[in-house]
């Protein structure tokens, strides 16, 4: 059956003259409908099915007999009627139409094969090389393959279909109505017998398929109705006992060819359909019928499960069998073959994923082990996640990621061997414990390469981030690994990288879903805290690859001149991880990760002055060898290290975390007993320090914030804060400070009866912490619950470890969260803060300027009052040497210029203008930074002092300063994109001036300055140059088109390319206005 022995050849005289034109003619005739002329309304869809076949047999063999161009035809049909080896004629008019058809099938199939064997293609013509090649004789057109399979549907229909065992394939009335009317007209008990009828017409069909084109057809269409016949044929069981005439017509022999040909047609076909059709074989799970028509189908006979389930398994394991079984799956719901429309739509469906992860976790009884079935499906589900068509991976990849899971909670002992290990391959084979080969320790070696490490980062984030399974396997095979991935993330970070963004997922995930000891202990490996954890192999780098990506080499040697820059690079690199992992943990704050991995951090800076100062240091002479001496100095180095990685690590968290890092009170008290313990601890060593009695202070104060009722403290929230009654005693017994003593005294006692006595000491130090942030807390204070001392712990944290900044005796700056009402500052306060402004102390002077600078920006009328008095200390206050001071002078003069500009301006313009001789270039800079913030303050009511304000810029760019002249062109670009139309009086002035700076000036600084006043002309002027410019417009082009040209400078001639970019587009714009799709409405009155 497999290869079925073909019709005998025809004579060549009659293949000669017979044509595929005729033969498809003859088949159409035999299609023709309303064959009966004598039908009428009384006759059943039975009787009209009957009589139109009869009638369509008759008017062929009348063909046949009376047109003499159908005698060549007819020849060629008897020839292979008298070599077939089937019967012919029936009483059932069914089988006689059937069998007329399949013969003439045959006459196009021999018709073509011969047509083919004679054909001899002609040479191409060199001169016309595009001319499509010569067609082969035997393609069918359009109409022809639609004639062929119309054909085919009544072949299979009358002689296929009708023949299958109940529950074999899908019933003809369930088809269609034409197939109900089929199914009741064919005449079983007729001879030849059922089951011969099948063979026969299942034998054809694959003696069809042997041409490429009709076998294409066929499978396309009717693999399922044939394969189907095939398993009736070939292993329907046969009953021992008194055997039925059906089930004698077949021989053994007929029977083993039936079942190679249905193997043979599996492995010829495409893979996807195979399975498709052989889930439809198998049937669904069992059903309830209540209809007596839906009985037959509801379930397949047990025989066909047990095979389709054999097949399927072989589909299974054939190579890309895994592919085949999820594509046969997903396309039979209607994803495409390529993804299709609906490939979203199906990944999304869980169940089916479900189904597919089930049946290739699931070891099928053909496999010789479940190791060898493992083996050879992993790599297969690996390759699932490689598509590069985005729809066929979105369609796969939720099969991919549920099969991954589902095998690794199936068979945990084998899937991370043939599953993570090969996805984890390229990064285990650079750790620092991996076994490099010499052969692949040369210098410039690519270990990894990009493609490589690209899939497995994309690979481990579709495994565990979008599946977002955390089994304990997953976790603990991508623990090893931390410090690889961290490093990876870490360099991605210092360019542009794909996978950046995909790291830093991994890791987040992995640090979530730890448990908590698990994740410090990751970040404390992380952070290089844990020395022995698995690192980057010492050996190894990365580099930036070519396509976007990373690669892992091994490092080039490293010469002695080269040793300064490579220890710098390490340090280098060390820091800028701790600070990348600063921001990694800025995203775990909410919950709580950061908060506590910090109090670690605080817990780990006291073990390690603990141990310091315990640590027993002998002398050199005590040591028996060089030996011992070199070991006991590199711990000392190792020792001095870590203390130093602590430092730095809460040095990091400290600036990077916000003020959300503690999430619930437990961490509170948990940062308190560290500082108490560290407290008590230098106690110890009596080596008490101000740092350490300002912390303690702070900690404590912090206790008394939430004791005082600025935290609604529940019994349970007492319970964790009495954790700290050992160590507030200690610190009460022993600590030299009476005002601490008292103070932690008084907190134990409060604690110990849950609040109900707490002294006026408690309130105060509670009130002197708040007082830091914000001195009106009282009238400000709300309740809070237990889980909002964020703010007050994080106002703590970033002075834990450094003196506070002393602002003076009697003087706070005035909280920025608090809103003052105007008039409220008292003749005291303003004294106060006059005072202070001439502090010799920085921090204070610099608090005073803000605060009067506050005053100003909101029109207090007792600062108003003192303009003249404030303008003064603000001028003494520039020529500061301290950029604090300076700066926040300068924020001061320019709020009190927008306040009084024509008061205050004119004092400003002739200090800029000055000589050196009465004003320092310093103080003359700070004063244009000021000016420059006047002009963009005053934004459109500039124009009102545009002549003093240009003079005076002019005349600057001719100062023999250069840093004056930069900073005079500066201030011009400012002044003049905010002119608009009111440009005009001077642009030729401005212009001219411009043009001969650029062109002549010896400063490449003010070269810069030049250019760039043009640049911003232009984008402030936009589409109103072509109006304010129009005069300068060619001289400002030609400056610019010299400069691009002839200027030494590469960021002068950046800034003239900038120009003409703007000036380009402006240009553009106005040549060829964007056309808008506007209709003006005027409503008429």
């Not at 469906?349 to 010789?368: E, G, N, R, T, V």
């Not at 750790?431 to 210098?443: F, G, N, Q, S, W």
């Amino acid at each position: 059956m497999a290869a079925p022995r073909p019709a005998a050849a025809a004579p060549s005289g009659a293949l000669e003259t017979c044509s595929l034109e005729q033969i498809l003619e003859a088949l159409k005739l035999l299609l023709s409908p309303g064959g009966s002329g004598s039908s009428s309304l009384q006759n059943t869809k039975h009787d009209v099915l009957l009589e139109t076949l009869k009638s369509n047999l008759s008017a062929l063999e009348t063909k046949f007999l009376k047109d003499a161009q159908w005698k060549k035809l007819k020849i060629l049909r008897d020839e292979i009627a008298h070599r077939a080896e089937w019967p012919q004629n029936s009483e059932d008019i069914t089988w006689t139409f059937t069998s007329q058809t399949l013969l003439l099938l045959l006459c196009l199939k021999e018709t073509m094969t011969r047509l083919v064997a004679d054909f001899s293609p002609g040479k191409p013509n060199p001169r016309t090389p595009e001319a499509a090649p010569a067609l082969s004789p035997d393609t069918l057109s359009v109409s022809q393959q639609k004639t062929f399979q119309s054909v085919l549907q009544f072949v299979v229909t009358l002689g296929v279909c009708p023949y299958l065992m109940p529950g074999v394939g899908v019933p003809l009335r369930d088809r269609t109505e034409f197939g109900a009317v089929v199914q009741g007209i064919v005449r079983l008990e007729a001879a030849p017998p059922a089951t011969r009828r099948l063979y026969t017409c299942c034998r054809v069909l694959l003696d069809l398929t042997q041409h490429a084109s009709l076998g294409s057809l066929i499978f396309c269409r009717h693999f399922g109705d044939i394969a189907a016949g095939l398993c009736q044929l070939g292993f329907c069981p046969t009953k021992r006992k008194a055997p039925a005439p059906v089930e004698e017509v077949l021989t053994e022999e007929e029977r083993t060819l039936s079942r190679g040909a249905l193997r043979d047609i599996l492995d010829q076909v495409y893979q996807p359909l195979a399975v498709r059709e052989l889930l439809i074989l198998q049937g669904g799970p069992p059903q309830s019928c209540t209809d007596v028509k839906m009985q037959l189908r509801c379930r397949a006979p047990a025989w066909l499960r047990r095979l389709c389930g054999q097949l399927l398994s072989e589909r299974l394991m054939r190579p890309n069998g895994v592919q085949a079984v999820v594509r046969g799956i997903l396309e039979g719901a209607g994803a495409g073959a390529a993804g299709g429309t609906d490939a979203e739509a199906t990944a999304a469906d869980w169940k089916k994923c479900d189904l597919i992860a089930k049946i290739l976790a699931s070891c099928p009884q053909q496999s010789l082990s479940p190791e060898s079935y493992y083996k050879d499906i992993c790599p297969q589900i690996l390759d699932l996640f490689h598509f590069r068509d985005q729809l066929t991976a979105r369609q796969f990849q939720r099969v991919a990621t549920t099969a991954f899971i589902a095998m690794l909670r199936e068979r945990p002992e084998l899937a991370p061997k043939y599953l993570l290990q090969p996805m984890l391959a390229p990064l285990q084979r650079c750790l620092d414990t991996a076994e490099i080969p010499e052969r692949d320790m040369v210098p410039g070696t690519v270990l990894v390469t990009e493609e490589e490490l690209s899939r497995c980062v994309e690979d481990v984030f579709k495994v565990y981030v979008v599946a977002n399974e955390p089994l304990p396997v997953l976790l603990d095979s991508l623990l090893p690994l931390l410090r690889v991935l961290f490093s990876l993330y870490s360099f991605t970070k210092q360019s542009v990288s794909h996978i950046r963004s995909l790291c830093q997922e991994i890791l987040l995930w992995i640090l979530v879903k730890l448990e908590r000891k698990k994740a410090i202990a990751s970040l404390k490996a992380i952070s290089g805290l844990d020395k022995a954890a698995p690192a980057l192999h010492p050996q190894c780098q990365f580099k930036a690859a070519a396509h976007g990506g990373i690669l892992i080499s091994i490092k080039e040697a490293i010469s002695s001149d080269d040793e300064d820059e490579a220890l710098y690079q390490k340090v280098s690199s060390e820091q800028s991880q701790m600070e990348h992992l600063g921001d990694l943990l800025s995203h775990c704050q909410e919950c709580g990760l950061a908060g506590d991995f910090f109090i670690f951090c605080l817990k780990e800076l006291s073990q390690l002055v603990v141990e310091n100062e315990a640590e027993f240091k002998p002398k050199p002479s005590c040591y028996a060898s060089l030996l011992e001496l070199e070991q006991h100095q590199a711990l000392l180095i190792e020792d001095q290290e870590q203390k130093l990685l602590v430092l730095q690590l809460l040095a990091v968290l400290c600036e990077r975390m916000s003020e959300q890092i503690f999430t619930h009170i437990t961490q509170v008290v948990d940062f308190v007993a560290a500082t108490l313990q560290r407290a008590c601890a230098s106690l110890a060593r009596d080596a008490e320090s101000t740092v350490g009695s300002q912390t303690l202070s702070l900690s404590m104060g912090l206790v008394a914030v939430m004791l005082g009722g600025a935290v609604q403290l529940k019994s349970s929230d007492f319970a964790v804060l009495k954790q700290l009654l050992p160590l507030l005693e200690k610190v009460s017994n022993t600590y030299p400070d009476p005002v601490i003593q008292e103070l932690a005294a008084d907190l134990r006692i409060t604690i110990s009866t849950h609040g109900a006595f707490s002294t006026e000491t408690v309130s105060t130090a509670a009130q002197s912490t708040l007082n830091k942030k914000d001195p009106d807390w009282k009238t400000e204070e709300r309740p809070q619950s237990s889980h909002d001392t964020s703010t007050e712990v994080a106002q703590s944290r970033p002075e834990q470890e450094q003196t506070p900044v002393r602002t003076g005796p009697g003087f706070r700056e005035p909280s920025t969260s608090t809103s003052q009402l105007p008039g409220s500052v008292t003749t005291e306060q303003f004294r106060e803060a006059l005072s202070a402004a001439c502090d010799p102390q920085v921090p204070t002077r610099a608090a005073a300027l803000r605060t009067l600078s506050q005053w100003v920006e909101h029109r207090e009328a007792r600062a108003l009052e003192e303009q003249k008095k404030l303008l003064q200390i603000f001028l003494e206050n520039l020529e500061h040497e301290d950029t604090f001071v300076y700066l926040s002078a300068i924020q001061g003069v320019a709020l009190l210029s927008d306040a009084y500009p024509e008061e205050i301006l004119v004092d400003l313009l002739a200090r800029y203008d000055s000589g050196k001789d009465k004003h320092t270039p310093e103080t003359r800079m700070k004063v244009g930074e000021v000016l420059m913030r006047v002009v963009r303050a005053l934004g459109d009511m500039v124009s009102k002092y545009r002549e003093p304000l240009i003079h005076t810029f002019l005349r600057g760019v001719k100062d023999p300063d250069g840093t004056h002249r930069a900073s005079s062109l500066a201030n011009l670009g400012e002044l003049c994109q905010r002119l608009d139309f009111l440009l005009g009086p001077v642009v030729h002035e401005v212009t001219a001036c411009l043009v001969a700076v650029a062109k002549t000036d010896s400063d490449v600084q003010v070269r810069r300055a030049a250019i760039h006043v043009v640049v911003l002309l232009l984008r402030g002027l936009s589409q109103k140059a072509t109006e304010v410019l129009s005069d300068v417009l060619k001289d400002l082009y030609r400056l610019l088109k010299h400069v691009v040209c002839l200027e030494p400078d590469d960021v002068a001639k950046l800034h003239a390319q900038l120009a003409l970019e703007e000036l380009d587009e402006i240009l553009r714009n106005f040549l060829f206005p964007p056309q808008k799709l506007e209709k003006k409405i005027v409503v008429l009155p």
